[in-house]
């Protein structure tokens, strides 16, 4: 319930405006903020970005935002994305560029979202940028999943993200068979009504497991996205690692365990966000896992 109301906070407008309104108030919060946003501009996360490919990481990186319904707003998101594709292949940063479709499109209408998801792969094609699409409240699943399969029948390097806690998702992998590109497995980070999804258990562990065999089954790149210790080891014992499985960890959790998977060898690539909805994000992370309150209450008073 604490996480729900968190996740409420974050959408209020009205409370984000009195943020950016007190001059105090927004700086304490940026404090916190700043062990999981790389910052507000894109070249704050291109820094980030650059920073961890020198340390042999690979890289997501994320413009912030989600459920934008206004047309012009999604137009300037997606506009944002396609200047980071841009950007980065000037650079020569290989990198993952991940968003939510209703930060583009699908919060005002499905046919905008394929557009600008077709739009955005056309920029990225040949450029060695990787479109990723993160999955969003069940409520969505199917308009997410139907999105991507007319994108990704033009464009299959397109990546998607998959729920391991939605009942409902090994079905949703079986229906991708033959379509579409490398998939990102995590265990899932809405409330979801009881008889769609599992909560946080050696159940969850084992379909993940499941989900994971069966992509690379499919002969898809897995990305394995999560901080859970026991799940990683547990794929590691699995011997999948070398057939195109990767660890994926977010920015500014669990740097540890990101460090030591990567000094035995494993792929690891670090999710990095930037965007001035770093409010957004914050409030997400700390409903994720309430103990990062007291992190954010400490980094307030030692920053
Ligand atoms: P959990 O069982 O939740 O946590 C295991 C351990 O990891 C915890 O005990 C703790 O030690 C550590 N940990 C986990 N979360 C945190 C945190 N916030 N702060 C500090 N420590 C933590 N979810 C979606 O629903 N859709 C998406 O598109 C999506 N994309 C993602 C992309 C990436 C790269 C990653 C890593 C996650 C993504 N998530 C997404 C979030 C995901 O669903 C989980 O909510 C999140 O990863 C926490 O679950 P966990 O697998 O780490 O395991």
Same mark, same amino acid.
């Given at each position: 319930?604490?996480?729900?109301?968190?996740?409420?906070?974050?959408?209020?407008?009205?409370?984000?405006?009195?943020?950016?309104?007190? #001059?105090?108030?927004?700086?304490?919060?940026?404090?916190?903020?700043?062990?999981?946003?790389?910052?507000?501009? +894109?070249?704050?996360?291109?820094?980030?970005?650059?920073?961890?490919? /020198?340390?042999?990481?690979?890289?997501?990186?994320?413009?912030?935002? %989600?459920?934008?319904?206004?047309?012009?707003?999604?137009?300037?998101?997606? %506009?944002?994305?396609?200047?980071?594709?841009?950007?980065?292949?000037?650079?020569?940063?290989?990198?993952?560029?991940?968003?939510?479709?209703?930060?583009?499109?699908?919060?005002?209408?499905?046919?905008?979202?394929?557009?600008?998801?077709?739009?955005?792969?056309? +920029?990225?094609? /040949?450029?060695?940028?990787?479109?990723?699409?993160?999955?969003?409240?069940?409520?969505?699943?199917?308009?997410?999943?139907?999105?991507?399969?007319?994108?990704?029948?033009?464009?299959?390097?397109?990546?998607?993200?998959?729920?391991?806690?939605?009942?409902?998702? #090994?079905?949703?992998?079986?229906?991708?068979?033959?379509? /579409?590109? #490398?998939?990102?497995?995590?265990?899932?980070?809405?409330?979801?009504?009881?008889?769609?999804?599992?909560?946080?258990?050696?159940? $969850?562990?084992?379909?993940?497991?499941?989900?994971?065999?069966?992509?690379?089954?499919?002969?898809? +790149?897995?990305?394995?996205?999560?901080?859970?210790?026991?799940?990683?080891?547990?794929?590691?014992?699995?011997?999948?690692?070398?057939? /195109?499985?990767?660890?994926?960890?977010?920015?500014?959790?669990? #740097?540890?365990?990101?460090?030591?998977?990567?000094?035995?060898?494993?792929?690891?690539?670090?999710?990095?966000?930037?965007?001035?909805?770093?409010?957004?994000? $914050?409030?997400?992370?700390?409903?994720?896992?309430?103990?990062?309150?007291?992190?954010?209450?400490?980094?307030?008073?030692?920053?």
């Amino acid at each position: 319930q604490a996480a729900d109301a968190l996740k409420s906070i974050a959408r209020r407008q009205d409370l984000k405006a009195q943020v950016e309104r007190t #001059p105090a108030l927004n700086g304490l919060l940026r404090r916190a903020a700043a062990r999981y946003v790389a910052g507000d501009s +894109r070249e704050d996360g291109i820094e980030a970005g650059r920073r961890l490919l /020198g340390q042999e990481y690979a890289i997501s990186l994320e413009y912030i935002g %989600e459920n934008t319904q206004d047309a012009e707003a999604c137009e300037a998101a997606a %506009e944002e994305l396609a200047a980071l594709v841009g950007e980065l292949w000037r650079l020569g940063m290989a990198a993952r560029v991940s968003f939510d479709l209703s930060h583009i499109g699908l919060a005002a209408d499905d046919e905008l979202a394929v557009a600008q998801l077709l739009g955005l792969a056309r +920029r990225a094609r /040949g450029t060695g940028i990787e479109l990723f699409v993160s999955m969003e409240e069940s409520a969505k699943t199917d308009r997410i999943l139907a999105v991507y399969k007319r994108a990704a029948a033009e464009e299959p390097g397109i990546g998607i993200t998959l729920q391991a806690y939605l009942n409902r998702t #090994p079905g949703d992998l079986a229906g991708l068979e033959g379509i /579409g590109g #490398p998939v990102r497995i995590v265990k899932g980070a809405y409330r979801e009504p009881e008889e769609a999804a599992i909560g946080r258990s050696e159940a $969850l562990n084992e379909r993940y497991l499941s989900l994971v065999e069966a992509a690379l089954a499919q002969g898809r +790149r897995v990305s394995v996205a999560t901080h859970d210790e026991t799940l990683i080891e547990a794929v590691a014992a699995r011997g999948w690692i070398g057939q /195109g499985l990767e660890f994926e960890l977010l920015y500014g959790i669990r #740097p540890d365990l990101a460090g030591r998977l990567k000094a035995i060898g494993y792929p690891v690539r670090v999710y990095i966000t930037y965007g001035d909805e770093w409010y957004l994000y $914050l409030c997400h992370r700390i409903a994720e896992f309430p103990p990062n309150l007291y992190r954010a209450i400490a980094d307030i008073a030692g920053g």
